[in-house]
Every structure is written in C-alpha cells, then in structure tokens.
C-alpha cells in the first residue's frame, strides 16, 4: 500500500508561482510512475504531468509544458509540481497518483490517489 498527502495549493493570481507537494509513505517502488492530475468542477480529470521514482524521464501534457515542472527527492519520498505563469484555466483540485501505469495519462491506470489539493488562479 502507498499513501500519498498533497500539499502546497492556494490562492494566487495569474502570472504567478505555486509549488505543490506529494509525500509517499508506505512501499514504493523504483518501477512505479508518480503523476499530477486535476480536475476542475463539472470536467474530466486530466493529466497534467508524470515522474518514474527512479530515472530522470519526465511527461508533460502540451498544455503545462514550458510552465510547469515536476520534481522528486528520493530521500524525502516526495515528488513536487512547480507551477509557473498559472492562468484561469489551470484552476482546479489537483491530485497526486501513484502506480505502474499502462497509460501514464490516463488516470484509472493507477492504483494509489491523494485526497487533493485546490488551486484557484484569479484574472
């Protein structure tokens, strides 16, 4: 079992910087792809951004890249999402994911949630 708490959301305007973070307890393991989904009331959830616990391989989805970065820290079991020039648009609960993935963008490929955490961009 992997228990995953997200951190780090909040108000902010747009233009501006957050920083959300994921800490897994429990068994990890090297194999396993942590991601960032989020949703937004009324949509699908959507796949933001994906790291392996091991390996520097990143996924991005076409509508963060450039402004979003994800992280880890393999001693503190903690995996970040730096969030850059926020729009409107990118307002919403954002969940971390934990799994071995068939599909790293597809969210009901893995095993492991967050309970979420809310970001509001304003204009």
């Known amino acids: 079992q992997v228990q995953l708490v997200e951190s780090g959301g909040g108000l902010v305007q747009a233009g501006g910087s957050l920083r959300l973070s994921c800490v897994a307890s429990g068994r990890t393991y090297n194999n396993h792809v942590v991601a960032w989904f989020r949703q937004a009331p009324g949509k699908e959830r959507e796949f933001v951004t994906a790291?392996?616990?091991?390996?520097?391989?990143?996924y991005h989805a076409d509508s963060v890249k450039g402004r979003f970065t994800i992280s880890r820290d393999n001693a503190k079991n903690t995996v970040y999402l730096q969030m850059n020039s926020l729009k409107p648009e990118d307002t919403a609960v954002y969940y971390c994911?934990?799994?071995?993935?068939?599909?790293?963008?597809?969210?009901?490929?893995?095993?492991?949630w967050g309970q979420g955490t809310q970001v509001t961009v304003s204009s």
């Open positions: 790291i392996r616990w091991s390996g520097s391989r990143t």
């Open positions: 994911a934990a799994g071995v993935p068939v599909v790293i963008a597809r969210y009901t490929s893995y095993d492991y």
